[in-house]
């Protein structure tokens, strides 16, 4: 077992808060709650014999909602999902071509209310030896991997900020080379990296 696999496992056998888009900016919520849409996504911590990386997307830039963002593969419950688990495996196998049954899952991270009107549950789990991701055409630009250790250190993420629908939004940013990885995204990244600090 890896040193990222043990502290993965040590760190979801206990409970911590949700986290939500509005943490950093309490003002932006200025409407009534409405029900929030269930959805479920994949933390997906690729074990090789190099070391551990997490599985990451770039969503198409020709996408109506986050084009061109960092994603976890995972997207909205549907009807025939059993949960937040079963949709997070489905959207990864049709986003990036994993094979579920290749997914160990070890738990679950708090919801994470988004601004766009998602209770996302981050699931997380274990992939182990060869995969050739295959992007899902219209959907996913690129797949890519980043060393787990980064993302999981805390002195990588920083407070940044630009204009929102007029106003001034701050929210959690852990670039890697070109890829900059940001908004709930890296909230749910800096919130595990958070529980996982000595």
């Known amino acids: 077992m890896t040193a990222v696999e043990a502290r993965l496992r ?5 409970s911590s808060a949700p986290s939500s888009d509005f943490d950093l900016n309490p003002g932006l919520r ?12 994949l933390l997906a911590f690729w074990v090789r014999p190099g070391g551990v990386d997490l599985i990451l997307t770039k ?12 994603a976890f593969p ?19 196998r049709e986003e990036i071509g994993l094979d579920p049954a290749r997914v160990e899952l070890l ?11 998602f209770a996302m549950t ?8 060869g995969f050739d991701p295959v992007p899902e055409a219209g959907e996913v630009d690129e797949v890519f991997t980043v060393p787990a250790d980064h993302v999981l ?9 630009r204009r929102w629908m007029g106003e001034w939004r701050q ?20 919130g595990l990296a958070q529980r996982m600090s000595p």
């Open 171 to 190: 929210y959690y940013a852990v670039p890697w080379g070109p890829y900059y990885i940001w908004g709930a995204t890296a909230r749910i990244l800096y």
């Open 10 to 14: 040590q760190t979801l056998s206990s």
């Open 74 to 92: 995972g997207g909205k419950v549907d009807p025939a999902d059993p949960g937040p688990q079963a949709a997070a495996l489905r959207e990864a």
């Open 153 to 161: 250190t805390l002195q990588h993420y920083s407070v940044q900020g």
């Open 107 to 117: 738990g679950q991270l708090p919801v994470h209310e988004t601004v766009t009107g």
């Open 59 to 70: 969503r198409s830039s020709h996408l109506q909602h986050h084009p061109g963002q960092i």
């Open 30 to 41: 200025t409407q009534p709650r409405h029900p929030l849409r269930p959805a479920g996504v």
């Open 122 to 129: 981050p699931c997380v789990g274990l992939v182990r030896g």
